[in-house]
Nanobody
Framework: QVQLVESGGGLVQAGGSLRLSCAASGRTFSSYVMGWFRQAPGREREFVAAISWSGGRTDYADSVKGRFTISRDNAKNTVYLQMNSLKPEDTAVYYC????????????????WGQGTQVTVSS
């Protein structure tokens, strides 16, 4: 069982930056692929970024590539999402998720989810 708690969301102007954190419980954090997803009002949840167990592999949605960076610190059981050059269309609830299986961008393969943190980007 893994419990995930996101933090770092808030209100920011377009062009600004935020850093999201996701703290995980449990001693097996390093065995999980970690991902960030987001859901805007009236839209389906979508993939944002993923990172492998060691951090050696990362993937990004085309919409955030070059602006967002996912990273992890296995010693601190924490995964991060650095978001730069934010746009109003990045406004959403951002979720951290843990995947005990194979590396994937598909939400259905993620076993554990946080409660989400709101990111609002004003124009």
């Amino acid at each position: 069982q893994v419990q995930l708690v996101e933090s770092g969301g808030g209100l920011v102007q377009a062009g600004g930056s935020l850093r999201l954190s996701c703290a995980a419980s449990g001693r097996t954090f390093s065995s999980y692929v970690m991902g960030w997803f987001r859901q805007a009002p009236g839209r389906e949840r979508e993939f944002v970024a993923a990172i492998s167990w060691s951090g050696g592999r990362t993937d990004y949605a085309d919409s955030v590539k070059g602006r967002f960076t996912i990273s992890r610190d296995n010693a601190k059981n924490t995964v991060y999402l650095q978001m730069n050059s934010l746009k109003p269309e990045d406004t959403a609830v951002y979720y951290c998720a843990a995947n005990s299986g194979s590396y994937s961008r598909n939400a259905k393969w993620y076993d554990y989810w946080g409660q989400g943190t709101q990111v609002t980007v004003s124009s």
